[in-house]
């Protein structure tokens, strides 16, 4: 026995009732063009551990993984409020709020790059150096460096 209360077999039938998804696509449709529009406007760094959280009446909502990248994105919002407004999107105001991501994304990769010849240098200086915890450091840095 089948309940008339059932939802349709067909899934669109589903998603385009007046109940259904379908009164929330305009807001995921706006989300995602200003999640573009944010990744556009940071650098690559940044942006990469940021997202558009929701967009209602004018406020823009950010999600930071961490308490150094939501102080970052505050020190931006004067930029990002001007660059979406020159995107057409009207905003009243924004919050950045730090939201963790999962324990695995948060890992943030090392970004230091030392040139062969600044590891050859550094080399030479522990030449000079005693031997120290120090010289120990240095040695393992430009070692590290010079492959």
Same mark, same amino acid.
């Given at each position: 026995? *089948?309940?008339?209360?059932?939802h349709?077999k067909n899934?669109c ?5 007046? $109940?259904?998804i379908?009164?929330l696509?305009?807001?995921?449709r &706006?989300?995602? =063009?200003l &999640?573009?529009? +944010? ?7 940044l942006?990469r551990?940021?997202s ?7 406020k823009v %909502? ?5 308490s ?5 994105l505050? +020190?931006?919002?004067?930029?990002l409020v !001007?660059?979406?407004s =020159?995107r057409? %999107? =009207? %905003?009243?105001?924004?919050e950045? &709020?730090?939201q963790?991501? $999962? *324990? !695995? &994304?948060?890992v943030f =990769? ?5 040139s062969?010849a600044?590891?050859a ?5 522990c !030449?000079q150096l005693p031997?120290?915890k120090?010289?120990i450091?240095?040695e393992?840095?430009?070692r590290?460096h010079?492959?």
């Amino acid at each position: 026995m *089948h309940s008339q209360n059932m939802h349709p077999k067909n899934p669109c039938a589903f998603l385009n009732q007046p $109940d259904g998804i379908a009164s929330l696509m305009p807001q995921a449709r &706006r989300l995602i =063009e200003l &999640r573009g529009i +944010l990744s556009a406007a940071l650098p690559l760094s940044l942006a990469r551990w940021c997202s558009i959280a929701n967009y209602k009446q004018g406020k823009v %909502v950010i999600f930071a993984a961490s308490s150094s990248v939501a102080a970052k994105l505050k +020190l931006m919002g004067p930029t990002l409020v !001007e660059q979406l407004s =020159e995107r057409g %999107v =009207e %905003v009243t105001g924004l919050e950045v &709020r730090v939201q963790p991501l $999962d *324990h !695995e &994304r948060q890992v943030f =990769e090392k970004s230091s790059k030392m040139s062969a010849a600044a590891a050859a240098k550094l080399a030479g200086l522990c !030449e000079q150096l005693p031997d120290s915890k120090l010289k120990i450091a240095l040695e393992r840095i430009a070692r590290r460096h010079c492959k």
